[in-house]
C-alpha cells in the first residue's frame, strides 16, 4: 500500500552543521507540506509545495519538492539548538493523506 | 498556542475500559482529524470529520469509534482498551475538507492504559 518514507530516521548534527531530511513516496502526490514537533509537543506546519520542481525558503530552512512530485527534502543549514525537534512530511495524493514516519533531530552544542 | 483544545491532557485507565477523548477545533474550522502517536509507530491518521459527516478513514481500529457534533467539537471513543492503545492521540483542524490544506494541531492527549 501506500507509504511515505522518510529518512533518516534520526540524526545528530553538532551545532552549525547542515541537515537534510528525505521524504520519498511510491505515488505521485498532490502536494507535500512538511510539519515540526518539537520535543514533547504538537506538530505545527511549517509549508505546503504544490507544483512540481517547487523549492521554498524560510530563513535557514529549505524545501523542495521533487520533478515527479513523488519526493521532497528539507535541508536546514548551519543548525541551531532551537531546531531540535522531529520533522514530518506529510503526502497528499488527492485521495489520502500520510505522515511520512518522521525525521529526530538533535543538535549537540 | 494553535487554537485547538484538546481534553483531558492526560489519561491513565486499565485494560479493557472506555475512554473518550474531546476536542474543539479553531473557531471557524470545520473540519476535524484524529491522530494517534507512538513511539514505534509515528503518527497515524485515523479518521476526518468536516461538518458533522465522516470524511477520511484511515488506520482506525473497530475498537475506536469517533463523531463531530452540530457545535463542531468532536470526540474520540475508545474502548475494550488494550495496552498497546497507549500513545498519544492529537486532534487536528483545518478550515474545509481538503485533506491537503494546513492542519493546526492540538496539544494532545496522553493515553496510558495499564
Known amino acids: 500500500g501506500q507509504q511515505v518514507m522518510q529518512i533518516p530516521q534520526y540524526q545528530h548534527v553538532q551545532e552549525g552543521e547542515d541537515f537534510t531530511t528525505y521524504c520519498n513516496s511510491s505515488t505521485t502526490l498532490s502536494n507535500i507540506q512538511w510539519y515540526k514537533q518539537r520535543p514533547g509537543g504538537h506538530p505545527v506546519f511549517l509549508i505546503q509545495l504544490v507544483k512540481s520542481g517547487e523549492v521554498k525558503k524560510q530563513k535557514r530552512l529549505t524545501f523542495q519538492f521533487g520533478e515527479a512530485k513523488k519526493n521532497s527534502s528539507l535541508h536546514i543549514t548551519a543548525t541551531q539548538t532551537t531546531d531540535v525537534g522531529t520533522y514530518f512530511c506529510a503526502a497528499d495524493t488527492g485521495n489520502q493523506f500520510y505522515f511520512g514516519t518522521g525525521t529526530s533531530l538533535t543538535v549537540i552544542p | 498556542d494553535s487554537g485547538v483544545t484538546q481534553t483531558p491532557k492526560h489519561l491513565i485507565t486499565a485494560t479493557g475500559q472506555r475512554v473518550t477523548l474531546r476536542c474543539s477545533p479553531r473557531s471557524g474550522d470545520l473540519s476535524v482529524y484524529w491522530y494517534q502517536q507512538s513511539l514505534d509507530q509515528g503518527l497515524q491518521f485515523l479518521i476526518q470529520y468536516y461538518n458533522g459527516e465522516e470524511r477520511a478513514k484511515g488506520n482506525i481500529l473497530e475498537r475506536f469509534s469517533a463523531q463531530q457534533f452540530p457545535d463542531l467539537h468532536s470526540e474520540l471513543n475508545l474502548s475494550s482498551l488494550e495496552l498497546g492503545d497507549s500513545a498519544l492521540y492529537f486532534c487536528?483542524?483545518?478550515?474545509?475538507?481538503?485533506?491537503?490544506?494546513?492542519?493546526?494541531f492540538g496539544p494532545g492527549t496522553r493515553l496510558l492504559v495499564l
Open positions: 487536528a483542524s483545518s478550515g474545509t475538507s481538503t485533506k491537503g490544506e494546513t492542519q493546526y
